[in-house]
């Protein structure tokens, strides 16, 4: 039989040196079958011990690849969460701005709408007024009612006052609709803006839930690091370039998340533009219907004026035609009646003057001739006879002229009260004046 095996630890090797392989460590008394059964034993260790080893680099590496994606997807998120605070800052304070610049403009129309409906009423009492003042002046008597100069300073004003309401009208209208706008778009930025803020809330929550990324790799102990410190270091140096970078990228990318808001910013500038342009323009026009408003009252209360002094004038000359045509009359009823007296004095030497002629007459026919004083009974009856003629006519003439200075008369009496009616109702116009507010005073 073969002598025991010794221990393997008591075993010398070739250049002492221990075996170079799990078979080289058997020695060759051993049974065959055993030490193949051991070699493939030990083999098989070996094989699993190098596999394990392989697994555990193969895990440790892809334990380190994952914390290495974990870390940049943590350094990613950071990075996002930083730049939507800062757009989310930029922008409520693009938001805030804008609105808090929106305010004043609003109530800068909303005062300019006041105002011109303020004037659109007052225009609407002055015309009402001109239509007063013509309505009044239209009652004049029919030799009065003619185109005169303040009737055609009343019409210019009326036309006047009513381009000047379909113009307030028409401002008005343009106004209040840039005001809704101008308010809708006010309500969508305060809108927006508080959609902002309860995101800049969730992503001010997300960023102080979220962990800090820390970078640990086992097994690598030279090159384990925590990069927490590092990475806050990196975070503070790069917050004025990413806020920056934000800023161009708010500015300059329609693309991105936030373009509505940029283009509602943008449509409440031009809003506010229009705004302030049209309550330019409103202030304008509004001031120069005012001073040709101002202007047309002048010139009707001019014009008015100065009629009233002409009625004034022609009634004190009527008065004097008339005080004239009344002695005109007297005379001419004095001559009149004087004339008259004549007919009748001169009727008495007439009817003497028939009789005696018809008494003469009456001679017996040897005593009928012409003598003298047939000759002069003729000649006195054929001048007493003229006379009456010629004072029936002087009469008639008289009196046909006594008619016309009676309807002179009432001629002037009737021209005369139509002034004093005119000038009544001038005065009553120019008491009036062109606007309702100044009637207590």
């Excluded at 221990?18 to 079958?33: I, T």
């Excluded at 410190?229 to 991105?256: C, G």
């Excluded at 001419?332 to 004339?339: D, I, Q």
């Excluded at 009496?413 to 009036?432: F, H, P």
Aim: proline share 3%.
């Amino acid at each position: 039989m073969e002598a025991s095996p010794r221990r393997l630890s008591e075993r010398s090797y070739p250049s002492g040196n221990g075996p170079s392989s799990p078979s080289a460590r058997l020695d060759m008394s051993l049974p065959s079958v055993w030490r193949e059964k051991s070699v493939a034993v030990l083999n098989r260790a070996a094989l699993q011990r190098k596999a394990l080893s392989e697994h555990r680099a193969a895990y440790w590496k892809y334990n380190e690849e994952v914390r290495r994606s974990q870390y940049s997807m943590q350094i990613q998120v950071n990075d996002a969460l930083l730049k939507k605070k800062s757009t989310l800052e930029l922008l409520i304070d693009k938001l805030n701005s804008t609105a808090s610049a929106a305010q004043p403009v609003c109530k800068l129309l909303a005062d300019c709408k006041e105002k011109l409906e303020t004037e659109l009423s007052e225009k609407v009492k002055y015309l009402d007024r001109n239509q007063e003042r013509t309505g009044i002046r239209n009652q004049r008597g029919p030799n009065e009612l003619v185109a005169d100069e303040p009737q055609r300073q009343l019409l210019a004003q009326e036309t006047l006052l009513k381009d000047s309401i379909v113009q307030q009208e028409k401002n008005l209208k343009e106004v209040t609709e840039v005001l809704v706008q101008l308010e809708m778009c006010q309500s969508e930025l305060e809108s927006d803006m508080a959609d902002k803020k309860a995101a800049w809330d969730l992503n001010n929550q997300a960023e102080a839930e979220c962990e800090q990324p820390r970078l640990k790799l086992p097994n690598i102990t030279c090159k384990r690091m925590d990069l927490t410190q590092a990475n806050n270091v990196k975070m503070d140096k790069d917050v004025d370039a990413s806020f920056e970078k934000v800023h161009v990228e708010v500015l300059l990318s329609p693309n991105v998340w936030h373009s509505s808001t940029m283009k509602n910013i943008d449509k409440s500038k031009r809003i506010q533009t229009r705004a302030m342009g049209l309550n330019d323009g409103c202030d304008m026009i509004s001031r120069k219907l005012s001073e040709a408003t101002l202007q047309a009252h002048h010139w009707v209360a001019q014009s008015l004026e100065e009629r009233l002094k002409e009625q004034k004038k022609m009634v004190e000359e009527l008065n004097e035609q008339y005080r004239l045509t009344l002695e005109e009359i007297t005379e001419a009823e004095t001559t009149c009646t004087m004339l008259k007296q004549s007919l009748d004095d001169l009727q008495e030497p007439l009817t003497v003057s028939e009789k005696r002629q018809m008494i003469h007459s009456k001679r017996p026919e040897r005593e009928l001739i012409e003598d003298d004083v047939q000759i002069h009974l003729k000649a006195e009856l054929s001048e007493l006879r003229a006379q009456k003629a010629l004072l029936e006519q002087r009469k008639i003439k008289v009196e046909n002229m006594l008619d016309e200075l009676c309807a002179t008369r009432d001629d002037i009496g009737s021209d005369v009260r139509d002034k004093y009616q005119a000038i009544e109702l001038d005065k009553t116009c120019l008491i009036l004046g062109s606007y309702p507010e100044h009637d207590g005073h």
